[in-house]
């Protein structure tokens, strides 16, 4: 046998930290790392944010962001140690022969210049491709990552597609060069299901057409099933487990794996709906403020106490657009909204403190939910005051009750944000959303940037004090399985309409209109062969129409 393209060995990654209030100190992230990779093969890294996937990937390229240092240990590409050559051999290497996608294309590129002007430049700079043959061959690699207009959509800039166009774009930029190895880092997290799959097809097809290596980085297990060979599970900068992907998925070994492959084993009864709903959105017809279009198209749907209602759909459904009609912040057009039975204003402006006290919002990224400069107490305490005036020892105390409630406990109350995990601050924010004593809490996509099994607690945690606090949710998400996971009903949304809707076993119950199909056929299942069935079935429908 060849060697190894990649050889990784006792890799040691360490940063310095800055705590509140404390001395700067070293630490060290990642601890004694070793694995090979064989070209043509992936390797799935997966684990919890902070496990260091993103660390170590970045490694084989030499490089360590944010204040990341690679301390000790090996890197070898083609047969030499990347970290013993120095930055001119680095600059050779980086974009020649080892590319990477990042995880957000739309902060990746350059929005002043063409897609096709960005994605040649790496293969021209190296002197890989003249500038004819570079175009030529990105060209190609659009037509493999089954791009629309191959031959014309080089010419388009960034904000001209869309977000898993791009990201396609950005697999093509990488494949470009003709690298050897590829690190893709969490590619299709960033995407709604239907996109993804689209998105985690060409990936999977412009490897095996290409021949590449490829390092896979994300937490989803059942998207990294689909495409690696072997699997390293990673946990505060360790390797849990090692072995090939059937292994992993099928046999895990170790008690950590196990719980990544039984994520989502949430079982929700389906309540029935009580006779008068805590909100009634009627005839809702919206559109944003110098557009001649509407973005929500006749929305009726209904949340009743104690119960939640799944708003489910792709990106640009209108999901979060229904949210901003719900809170006043986007008037619509006609329509009304009911509420606790009154009549709600249009209008924030016009709404009374009750209003306000009484609908509560959960957003989908905690960090820039709260502020950084105030304590956890806080944070949490400023609905208190608003709201019913406590203050002294009553607030703490209440404070103290909330934080008990959110299973955080003692400790936390004086702790900054920057003290926090991300399920931790995302926590914190239900409790800020709890303090106000609310009758309905919209939840806009308040997992989606966690990991699985922090995404798992808070959805436990959001049902428990569902029964407690008899609170009712509008949950917004597209993540199917946390829909069957929490959801009493279900409205599916597409292109600013509700095309199905209904209690969630009728929803997800065949038989399926067109959309509805697509979006519960596109989540990713944790078997091997998953993604090949589906493009087969999508490739013999497609011929058969």
Not at 6 to 11: E, G, I, P
Not at 264 to 274: D, L
Not at 512 to 526: C, I, K, R
Request: net charge neutral; proline share 5%.
């Amino acid at each position: 046998m060849s060697d190894p393209l990649v050889k990784v060995k006792n890799l040691k990654i360490g940063a310095t930290v800055y705590p509140p209030g404390e001395k700067p100190h070293d630490i060290e992230i990642v601890h004694g790392v070793d694995f090979e990779l064989e070209k043509g093969k992936v390797l799935g890294l997966i684990g919890e944010s902070g496990a260091g996937k993103s660390t170590i990937g970045l490694s084989t390229l030499g490089y360590g962001r944010g204040g990341v240092e690679i301390t000790g240990g090996e890197v070898w590409i083609n047969g030499r140690d990347i970290l013993k050559g120095g930055l001119g051999a680095l600059r050779k290497l980086r974009g020649s022969e080892v590319t990477y996608v990042s995880q957000s294309a739309a902060a990746s590129f350059n929005p002043a210049k063409k897609i096709m002007d960005q994605v040649t430049e790496a293969a021209i700079r190296h002197g890989k491709f003249s500038k004819s043959e570079a175009e030529k061959r990105a060209v190609d690699l659009f037509r493999q990552l089954s791009l629309p207009n191959p031959e014309t959509i080089g010419n388009r800039y960034p904000h001209q597609v869309s977000g898993g166009q791009l990201q396609r774009c950005m697999t093509a930029l990488a494949l470009c060069p003709q690298p050897d190895l590829v690190v893709f880092d969490e590619p299709t997290t960033a995407l709604d299901v239907t996109t993804q799959i689209d998105v985690l097809a060409a990936i999977k097809q412009a490897i095996a057409a290409t021949g590449v290596a490829a390092l896979y980085i994300t937490h989803d297990l059942a998207v990294v099933a689909q495409v690696s060979d072997h699997i390293m599970v990673l946990r505060n900068g360790d390797m849990v487990e090692y072995g090939d992907t059937d292994q992993i998925i099928n046999a895990p070994r170790e008690e950590y794996t196990q719980a990544l492959v039984s994520v989502r084993s949430i079982t929700h009864e389906e309540k029935k709906p009580t006779p008068e709903p805590v909100l009634t959105v009627k005839g809702i017809n919206a559109r944003y403020r110098g557009t001649n279009f509407d973005v929500l198209k006749n929305v009726n749907v209904e949340v009743h106490p104690g119960q939640t209602l799944a708003v489910v759909g792709e990106s640009g459904s209108g999901k979060s657009t229904l949210a901003r009609v719900i809170t006043g912040l986007l008037p619509p057009r006609d329509g009304k909204i009911e509420f606790a039975g009154r009549n709600l204003s249009a209008d924030l402006k016009g709404r009374t403190r009750e209003d306000l006290r009484e609908l509560q919002m959960i957003y989908q990224m905690a960090d820039v939910a709260m502020n950084p400069r105030q304590t956890v107490g806080t944070i949490i305490g400023r609905p208190l005051e608003f709201y019913f005036g406590m203050k002294g020892k009553a607030k703490r105390e209440r404070i103290q009750e909330l934080l008990d409630e959110i299973e955080l406990g003692t400790g936390f109350i004086d702790r900054y944000p920057a003290e926090l995990s991300g399920g931790q601050k995302q926590r914190v924010c239900i409790a800020r959303a709890l303090a106000a004593k609310p009758k309905l809490i919209i939840c806009d996509e308040v997992t989606s940037a966690l990991d699985p099994l922090v995404a798992d607690g808070i959805l436990k945690l959001l049902l428990n004090l569902q029964k407690v606090e008899d609170v009712a949710y509008l949950f917004i998400t597209h993540d199917i399985a946390t829909v069957r996971a929490i959801a009493d009903s279900i409205a599916v949304m597409y292109q600013g309409k509700v095309v199905r809707y209904g209690p969630k076993s009728q929803v997800l119950s065949p038989p399926f209109d067109d959309y509805t199909d697509l979006l519960l056929s596109s989540v990713p299942e944790m078997r091997l062969g998953w993604l090949e069935e589906v493009i087969e079935h999508r490739r013999m429908e497609s011929a058969g129409n």
